[in-house]
């Protein structure tokens, strides 16, 4: 259980510089990739997890989805904040 959160910070810091270094090259729609697919993994994993796997290793396999999930919310959060050095006009 415990490699298995470890796992899971790691893709998870993969997700979170992927996105910040996205947000520094570009200015469009790429940035939300990393997020969308982490997103999108973590629900596969969970699924899985939940209907294939059962039991405490389901458990630990869910543990993995929702961590990941975690991390994309965050870079999501990340993917829509305002860069700095930018004045809003009142």
Do not use: D
């Amino acid at each position: 259980m415990g490699m298995l959160f470890g796992i899971g910070c790691l893709v998870g810091v993969i997700i979170l510089l992927l996105t910040v270094y996205l947000k520094i090259r570009f200015n469009s729609y790429i940035i939300q990739i990393p997020a969308l697919l982490g997103l999108t993994s973590s629900v596969g994993i969970i699924a899985y997890s939940y209907f294939v796997v059962r039991g405490f290793e389901g458990g630990a396999i869910g543990l993995l989805g929702f961590i990941i999930f975690f991390f994309s919310v965050i870079a999501l959060l990340i993917k829509n904040k305002r860069k700095a050095g930018f004045a809003e006009k009142g």
